[in-house]
């Protein structure tokens, strides 16, 4: 065994942000397992692309006999679980791809890591983790003034996208109790930052201002999210494989509690300075107030003090400098989201990747 990973799910959002991060610090090869459905974009992994620490493949973790290969021929000291159905409005419109990925492929890539783990020897078994990347949405909703979720947390779920990842942080946890297989599960806040698909809250009302199109906010925009820097995601579970405690569960959040009009109108403010509109005017003027989400979930919020005390993790951005970063990122990447509404990143893989294309096809 050596210092390579298994990423799967690394060409998107924060997939892509964790690959990006882990090469530039030299951290080891990187296997990246992506499926590449819509929200899988290789133009994320453009920086890594020529660089023999990243290997692309193209492929599903639900598939054994792959992982198998995989696991088999890169002997990796980890696997690190991003690959999901991640968009909640998506999973009440049509929830099977949830079940089938964040619940069925979960289950099938536990099985493959499970049978290689089996066969590892003393010294490989006690070094290797399997991370799961998960999410707060699966201690369901709080009411204005409850404590933020803590590890121990009842599960709730609300929506099919949450109820999937909820079971398949029970699966994760089952692997470990039964098992033994060394898991660690981290369930984070709201993401955002650099390459986030423009389906999102952030990044679909930089675009739509921009676009001088409607800004939707779902009924009354007093719906409250904890937001924290991709970033900072990324580092707090590089802690986590390095130093969580294998079986146990870690929440990881920003403490930035706010309601979905004041993000919005942060944004209009940010954009405002920087690109004004031509009309002079603001673009909150843009705000426009649309049915709500069906069972949308009232506050989220995390209390990361384990994370904070059991591994000395903090966030390094603020919402006021991660925010600022954001729009300056799409402000200078006007292209890939160009690239990514009018679907033209699908043709990426032709047209970037044709050196790898046995891997790819
Ligand atoms: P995303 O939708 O941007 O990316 C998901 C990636 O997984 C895509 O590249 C997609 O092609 C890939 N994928 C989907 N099904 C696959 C399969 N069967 N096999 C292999 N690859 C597959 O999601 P994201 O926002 O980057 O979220 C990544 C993970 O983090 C998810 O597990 C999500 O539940 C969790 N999470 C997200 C947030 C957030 O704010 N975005 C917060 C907490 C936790
Ligand atoms: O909390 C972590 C979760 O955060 C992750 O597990 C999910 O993968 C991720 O998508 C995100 O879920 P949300 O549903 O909170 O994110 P979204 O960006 O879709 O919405 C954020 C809030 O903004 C939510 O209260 C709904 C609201 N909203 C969203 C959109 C897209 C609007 O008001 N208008 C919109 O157009």
């Known amino acids: 065994m050596n210092n390579t990973i298994i990423v799967t799910g690394g060409a998107g959002f924060i997939g892509a942000n964790f690959v990006l991060a882990w090469v530039k ?23 890594v692309q020529h660089n023999p620490q990243h290997i692309f493949v193209h492929g599903d973790i639900a598939d054994k006999a792959l992982m198998a290969n995989l696991l088999a021929e890169y002997r990796p000291c980890a696997v690190v679980n991003f690959a999901a159905e991640s968009h909640v409005d998506r999973s009440i419109h049509g929830p099977e791809d949830f079940i089938q ?37 699966v201690y369901g909703s709080l009411g204005k003034d409850d404590a933020p979720f803590t590890e121990h947390h009842p599960y709730a779920p609300n929506s099919p996208y949450s109820a999937s990842k909820a079971a398949s942080d029970h699966l994760v946890r089952a692997y470990h109790h039964t098992y033994k297989l060394p898991t660690l599960t981290t369930n984070c806040s709201n993401n955002y930052g650099p390459h986030h698909f423009p389906e999102k809250l952030i990044p679909l009302i930089i675009h739509n201002a921009l676009k001088g199109q409607p800004l939707p ?76 989400r069906p069972g949308h979930d009232q506050r989220y919020a995390i209390d990361a003090s384990k994370l904070a005390n059991e591994l000395g993790w903090r966030p390094q951005e603020t919402f006021e400098t991660g925010i600022e970063k954001t729009v300056d990122w799409y402000l200078a990447h006007q292209n890939w989201v160009d690239n990514v509404t009018s679907g033209e990143y699908r043709n990426w893989v032709a047209t970037h990747y044709t050196e790898r294309g046995e891997e790819l096809a």
Do not use: M
Request: charged fraction near 25%.
């Open 25 to 47: 610090l030299g951290l080891g090869t990187v296997v990246n397992l992506d499926k590449l459905t819509y929200a899988g974009n290789l133009e994320n992994l453009q920086e």
């Open 101 to 137: 990925t964040n619940v069925v492929g979960t289950f099938h890539l536990l099985e493959s890591v499970r049978a290689y783990w089996n066969g590892l020897g003393a010294e490989e078994k006690s070094v290797f983790r399997f991370l799961h990347v998960s999410t707060d949405e």
């Open 217 to 292: 906010i779902y009924g009354n925009g007093q719906q409250i999210r904890d937001w924290l820097y991709v970033e900072d995601h990324c580092a707090a579970i590089r802690r986590v494989l390095a130093d969580g405690r294998p079986g146990e569960v870690y929440n990881i959040g920003g403490w930035n509690e706010k309601p979905n009009l004041e993000v919005v109108k942060t944004l209009c403010r940010i954009l405002d300075a920087k690109q004004p509109r031509k009309d002079g005017q603001s673009y909150v003027n843009q705000i426009t107030f649309v049915t709500d």
